[in-house]
């Protein structure tokens, strides 16, 4: 009853009150001004402890409370200095502390200024999103560029469609922001024409042409008339001439005459165009129109084909002197000056110019020379005129050069030497190369003293005319001065390092003198220079085969059947080496394929009746054999063959008609007639007898003229006709010459360097022609013995087949008599 409260009498004692009443212990309004409160708080012992599972021998359970409590907290601090709790002594000596710093190390009072409460990241704006979109798109049609000016058109394609799906991905967020008024038009168009750049780098020309049809039809783009120009561009790619010219027209009505070089370069192309379809007056009409507005070297050549293609005589003057117009900023006296600065771009831009213009000039001069008077050398001085009229009379020299050239062509020596002698007593460089090419012109008609003579004038006029050393290096070498031949091939080198003239005559000189290691660098070096070409792969083909070293032989040869493969001689060679290393199935395809391209060579005639004489097929050796009879249809030889063919494959009557006909031909052959004997013989015909006095007589007349032949002082002794293979005198073509030939260095603007036969028995490859050109010459012809041994030895006797047997007699003409000179080789 203690706790129970009656309701008081006076009613008005508040109801409610006692509820706010209770002890001061549990009051929190003092706890701020409550110093032992405030100091827990700031102090890790207000803090409730975390008790371990387990706890461990080095925690101390607390002896002392806390206030008023007793428990079994951790040990409270026992003292304190300066209002500081002193830390716990256990714990420090093991190196850890309970009580918090209470400084942080914060220089820049940056703790004052961090926000009390997490802030949450704002959503980006619509326009911030379009804008950074933007800026990609920017960078991917960068990139594209940058990797189409390196040569990375894929990758340039691939960047250029990424940019195209972003730029549509923006135009639809600016759609669903309600921004599309704001859309950047110029990115639009940057990033379409990109595209079809793109795709017309890669060959996808329908690709491109949608993309400049969206361009060109959307009226929002200004200018965007002008990309006609590059669907002109690509229709001329695709043939379609047609479509490629209106669309330059197109292009040119949209360019104001403000842009004369644009319209200029589009009338130059309309006028290609016109070219290419056959519409030559359409074509001229373009060029004068550009000749008018702007004089262009190019442009002028093309004029002049346009009139040469027409025929007029009268235009092509008109156009030539019209070119010769075409100003050149070539001031002599600042060319000085520039020497300095030669190399700077500026310099070499000019350099090609001044290059351009002399090579219009004179191609041009070159094409209508022969048509625009009635004789060919009049129509050069016409040119020649013109151009000493013109500000360009330096080229007059060169044309007058050109003309001896064009005389040489036409087979008119004596006028080209005329013409190249006028130069003797003009400036040195010209006097130069006119000797040069005088030297040559001796050189190649056998005239070595005036060769030499020219030569020389060349070396005193020029010292540093590397091709008048050549010509001085192939005169003494035709002499036979190798050392001296040598020495002016190796100034020539000093001179110009890359006169393959000079380092492939070198070359021949180690050759001849056995120095195979020598001329094996210069051919290696020359191989350097002019990749893959025939003679010099023969040489190095030549001298591993000398050397002795087979497979490089091989290697290199095999090169040089890759560049001709038709080349008779080379086959005969490869089919050779094969044959001397015992693989016949390749020797014999080789040697096939060199008789598919030229069937007069006895001497692979020869090889290839031998060879299915060997593989016991005679029959197929018949064909080879009388070939080479009715090429040589004077040689016994080959009817001996195609008999001997005969009786091997078992066609005695055949063999025996064959036989005849030669012993017709032929009476006082001594083989046909023990043929003869013998045949008969076995066959039992009455015609033995009268053979076998015939053979007697022969035999007679033979020893009659051997003693009389031995009687003579100096006399030799000849042979039967059909002896071994190195003893026959059957004419045939020979392998490759072992020396080769050399070069003769004429001028390179006129008289081209060409290949020389050194001695007459040397036999080459070909001649190089001009630049890079290639001419085949003949090969000669050497004696070749086409006799062969028979392998399986004589044949059998042949069966007997009548009835009545006749009585046995003795063959006085067996094998052991006949001998194996008297047998096929």
Partial sequence: MENVRLAPSDSDEDLYSGYNEYPSAFSTKDLEQDEVFQEAVRTSYGKRPVLPSKPGTAMRLGTSNIHDGTGTAFRPVTGTQDGLNRPMTAVRGAGYTSQRPTTVFDPLNQASKLPTQLESKKEELPEEKIKKLERRIMELIEEACVANSHGDHRSALDKAKEASSKERSLIRMQEQ?????????????????????????????????????????????NNANRLKINMG???????QYPKAVKMYRMALDQVPNTHRELRIKIMHNIGILFVKMGQFSDACSSFEYIMQ??????????????????????????????????????????????????????????????????????????????????????????????????????????????????????????????????????????????????????????EIEKAEKYAEQAREADAYNSAAFVNLGNCCMVKGDLEKAKELFICALENDASCV???????????????????????????????????????????YELVGD???????????????????????????????????????????????????????????GSYFIEMQVAEK?????????????????????????????????????????????????IECLKFLVRICSDLGLEEATEYAQALKKAEKAKEVRERIGSSRPGSRHSGSALSSRGGSAVMGT???????????????GGISPGSRSLHGSDIKLGKIIGDGDFEFTPTSQKDIDVGYADPLGPLAERPRTSAGQKPPQEDEFGDEELGDDLLPV
């Fill in 501 to 543: 003239e000079a380092l492939y005559n070198l070359g021949l000189v180690n050759k001849q003198k056995g120095l195979y290691d020598e001329a094996l660098e210069c051919f290696h070096k020359l191989q350097s220079i002019v990749k893959h070409h025939p003679e010099v792969l023969f040489q190095l083909a030549h001298l």
């Fill in 550 to 608: 087979v497979d490089q032989a091989t290697e290199w040869y095999l090169q040089l059947i890759g560049l001709v493969p038709s080349d008779p001689n080379v086959l005969q060679k490869m089919g050779e080496m094969f044959d001397n290393e015992g693989d016949k199935q390749q020797a014999y395809q080789y040697h096939f394929d060199s008789y598919r391209y030229f069937p007069s060579n006895f001497e692979v005639i020869d090889w290839l």
């Fill in 293 to 446: 507005e702007k004089p262009e070297f190019t442009t002028g050549l093309h004029l002049i084909l346009c009139h040469y293609a027409l025929g007029d005589k009268e235009k092509m003057k008109r156009s030539f002197q019209m070119l010769l117009e075409v100003p050149l900023n070539d001031d002599p006296r600042s060319n000085l000056l520039l020497e300095v600065i030669k190399n700077d771009s500026l310099c070499k831009i000019e350099r090609q110019m001044r290059e351009e213009a002399e090579r219009s000039i004179l191609t041009a001069a070159k094409l209508i020379s022969p048509v625009i008077e009635d004789s060919f050398s009049s129509g050069y001085d016409w040119c020649v005129d013109a151009i000493k009229a013109s500000v360009y009379a330096s080229l007059a020299n060169d044309l007058e050069i050109n003309k001896a050239v064009m005389y040489l062509k036409q087979k008119d020596i004596s006028h080209a030497i005329d013409t190249l002698k006028s130069f003797e007593k003009k400036e040195t460089k010209v006097a130069s190369t006119a000797a040069t090419n005088l030297a040559f012109i001796y050189f190649l008609q056998g």
């Fill in 734 to 748: 020979s392998p490759i010459s072992d020396v080769g030939s050399s070069f003769s260095a004429g001028h390179r």
């Fill in 621 to 669: 050796a018949i064909g080879y054999f009388e070939r080479a009879s009715l090429m040589h249809p004077g040689e016994v030889k080959w009817k001996l063959m195609i008999a001997s063919c005969h009786r091997r494959s078992g066609n005695y009557h055949q063999a025996l008609n064959t036989y005849k006909e030669i012993h017709k031909a032929f009476p006082e052959n």
């Fill in 233 to 239: 561009n690509i229709y001329f790619k695709l043939g």
């Fill in 177 to 221: 922001a309600g921004l599309s008024e704001t859309h950047n038009l110029d990115l639009t168009f940057s990033v379409l024409f990109n595209l079809a750049n793109q795709y017309a780098v890669n060959e996808m020309y329908s690709e491109a042409l949608n993309t400049y049809q969206v361009i060109t039809k959307n009226r929002m783009f």
